[in-house]
C-alpha cells in the first residue's frame, strides 16, 4: 500500500495501481480518457515528492516546466503531493460554430475559440463539455486563426459523439484544451516524398495536412489513401479528386476494406488495405515520409508494420482516434 495525497486528501494505493486507477477507485471526480498518456484529460500537478518515471511521458515543454503529469501514467511513491488543476489553467472558452452532417456517421463541427491556439491539422484537441465530460479529437482545418474544423465519427454508446450527433445546439458554451500531438507537416519536409493514408474519418485530417503541405510550397510528390469500409464512407472522395486534378504532384487512392462492395468500379476505387496498397507503390526509401490518421486499431497496426518494413521511426507520424466506451468501465 502507498499513500498519496491530492488537494491535502490521503489515498491509499495498491500494488501496481496508478493515480488515476486509485483516484477512479475511491469514487475521486477526476476526468479521463484513455488511460494510456495520449489524451492529457487527466494531468494533475506536482507539489513535492518523488514522480516515477514516465508520469510525464509526451507532455510539451511547457506543461513540463509547469509541473504537470498524467495520473494516469504515474505511478504512486510513498508521501508523493499533487493537486488538481483549474479548468482555466489548462482550457479556453470556446463556442459550437456549425454542425453539419458529412454522412450518417460523420459530423463536421466548427468550434470558435475565444483565443487564437496556433493549432494545425493533424493535431488533436480535448473538448470539454458543461458536465466535464471531455473527448480528444483530431483537427481536421483551421480557420481565420481561432475556428477549428473536426470530423467526429458517431460511436456506438459515445457519451460525446451521441451528445454532438443529435443534442448539441450552435451556440453551445465549451472549453477547449491543447492543441496537442505532432503529426504535422513541417517546412523541413519539402522534398520528401509524403506517404497520407486516412482511416474512417481521419481523412479529415490528412487532407488538411495536405493542404497545409501545399500552402508551404511542398516540392516532392504527395500520395494519399482513404481507407473506408464502404464506398459511401468515402465521404471526401470529390475533395480528393479535385486536390488530385488542381496539383500534378497530388496523388489519390481509395482503398475499400469491407468484402463485396458493387460500386468499385465507377468510385474508381480498390479492394485492398490503404497501408498494404501503399507498402506496394512506394518501396522503402529515406526520402519517404509517413502520415497515418484515424481509427486506432488500424493506425497502430500500419505504424508497427511500416517500422518492420523498415521506415524510420522518426519519419512515421501518426494520430490514432482512441476510443473508450466508458460506460463499460467499472467506476469506484
Ligand atoms: S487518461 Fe491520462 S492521458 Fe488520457
Same mark, same amino acid.
Given at each position: 500500500?502507498?499513500t498519496?495525497?491530492?488537494?491535502?486528501? $490521503?489515498?491509499?494505493?495498491?500494488? /501496481?495501481?496508478? %493515480?488515476? #486507477?486509485?483516484? *477512479?477507485r475511491?469514487?475521486?471526480s477526476?476526468?479521463y &480518457?484513455?488511460?494510456?498518456?495520449?489524451?492529457?484529460t487527466?494531468?494533475?500537478?506536482h507539489?513535492s515528492?518523488?514522480?516515477?518515471?514516465g508520469?510525464?511521458?509526451g507532455?510539451?515543454?511547457?506543461?513540463?516546466?509547469?509541473h504537470y503529469l498524467?495520473a494516469?501514467?504515474?505511478?504512486?511513491?510513498?508521501?508523493?503531493?499533487?493537486?488538481t488543476?483549474f479548468?482555466?489553467?489548462l482550457?479556453?472558452?470556446?463556442?459550437?460554430?456549425?454542425?453539419?452532417?458529412?454522412?450518417?456517421s460523420?459530423?463536421?463541427?466548427q468550434?470558435?475559440?475565444?483565443?487564437n491556439?496556433?493549432?494545425?491539422?493533424?493535431?488533436y484537441?480535448?473538448?470539454?463539455?458543461?458536465?466535464?465530460?471531455?473527448?480528444?479529437? $483530431?483537427v481536421?482545418?483551421?480557420? /481565420?486563426g481561432? %475556428?477549428? #474544423?473536426l470530423? *467526429?465519427?458517431?460511436k456506438?454508446?459515445g457519451?460525446? &459523439?451521441g451528445?454532438?450527433?443529435?443534442?448539441?445546439s450552435i451556440?453551445?458554451?465549451?472549453?477547449?484544451?491543447g492543441?496537442?500531438g505532432?503529426?504535422?507537416y513541417?517546412e523541413?519536409?519539402?522534398?520528401?516524398?509524403?506517404?497520407?493514408?486516412?482511416?474512417g474519418a481521419?481523412?479529415?485530417?490528412?487532407i488538411g495536412?495536405?493542404?497545409?503541405?501545399?500552402?508551404?510550397?511542398?516540392?516532392?510528390?504527395i500520395?494519399?489513401?482513404?481507407?473506408?469500409?464502404?464506398?459511401?464512407?468515402?465521404?471526401?472522395h470529390?475533395?480528393?479528386l479535385?486536390?488530385?486534378?488542381a496539383?500534378k504532384?497530388?496523388?489519390y487512392?481509395?482503398?475499400?476494406?469491407?468484402?463485396s462492395?458493387?460500386?468499385?468500379?465507377?468510385?474508381?476505387?480498390?479492394?485492398?488495405?490503404?497501408?498494404?496498397?501503399?507498402?506496394?507503390?512506394?518501396?522503402?526509401n529515406?526520402?519517404?515520409?509517413?502520415?497515418l490518421c484515424?481509427?486506432?486499431?488500424?493506425?497502430?497496426?500500419?505504424?508497427?508494420?511500416?517500422f518492420?518494413d523498415?521506415?524510420?521511426?522518426?519519419?512515421?507520424?501518426?494520430?490514432?482516434?482512441?476510443?473508450?466506451?466508458l460506460?463499460?468501465?467499472?467506476?469506484g
Amino acid at each position: 500500500m502507498t499513500t498519496f495525497y491530492l488537494d491535502g486528501q $490521503a489515498f491509499d494505493s495498491a500494488e /501496481d495501481e496508478s %493515480v488515476l #486507477e486509485t483516484l *477512479i477507485r475511491s469514487g475521486s471526480s477526476i476526468n479521463y &480518457s484513455c488511460k494510456k498518456g495520449a489524451c492529457k484529460t487527466c494531468l494533475v500537478q506536482h507539489v513535492s515528492g518523488e514522480l516515477s518515471a514516465g508520469s510525464q511521458r509526451g507532455l510539451t515543454a511547457r506543461l513540463k516546466a509547469n509541473h504537470y503529469l498524467s495520473a494516469c501514467q504515474c505511478q504512486p511513491v510513498e508521501g508523493l503531493k499533487l493537486k488538481t488543476v483549474f479548468e482555466q489553467d489548462l482550457f479556453v472558452s470556446a463556442q459550437l460554430l456549425e454542425r453539419v452532417f458529412l454522412t450518417e456517421s460523420v459530423l463536421k463541427v466548427q468550434i470558435k475559440s475565444s483565443e487564437n491556439l496556433h493549432c494545425y491539422a493533424g493535431q488533436y484537441i480535448n473538448l470539454r463539455r458543461f458536465d466535464g465530460l471531455t473527448r480528444s479529437y $483530431a483537427v481536421a482545418k483551421v480557420l /481565420d486563426g481561432n %475556428v477549428i #474544423e473536426l470530423h *467526429i465519427s458517431r460511436k456506438y454508446n459515445g457519451q460525446f &459523439s451521441g451528445w454532438l450527433f443529435s443534442t448539441a445546439s450552435i451556440g453551445e458554451h465549451l472549453l477547449i484544451q491543447g492543441p496537442l500531438g505532432q503529426c504535422i507537416y513541417k517546412e523541413a519536409y519539402q522534398q520528401d516524398k509524403l506517404i497520407l493514408i486516412g482511416h474512417g474519418a481521419g481523412i479529415g485530417a490528412v487532407i488538411g495536412i495536405v493542404e497545409q503541405a501545399l500552402a508551404m510550397s511542398h516540392q516532392a510528390e504527395i500520395y494519399l489513401y482513404h481507407g473506408a469500409r464502404t464506398v459511401a464512407e468515402l465521404y471526401l472522395h470529390k475533395k480528393c479528386l479535385s486536390l488530385m486534378l488542381a496539383h500534378k504532384n497530388v496523388h489519390y487512392r481509395a482503398c475499400i476494406t469491407a468484402t463485396s462492395q458493387a460500386d468499385l468500379i465507377d468510385k474508381r476505387c480498390l479492394q485492398i488495405q490503404p497501408f498494404e496498397l501503399a507498402a506496394k507503390e512506394h518501396p522503402i526509401n529515406r526520402h519517404n515520409r509517413v502520415f497515418l490518421c484515424g481509427e486506432a486499431e488500424a493506425v497502430v497496426k500500419a505504424q508497427q508494420q511500416a517500422f518492420l518494413d523498415g521506415f524510420e521511426y522518426a519519419k512515421i507520424h501518426v494520430l490514432p482516434f482512441e476510443y473508450k466506451d466508458l460506460r463499460s468501465v467499472k467506476r469506484g
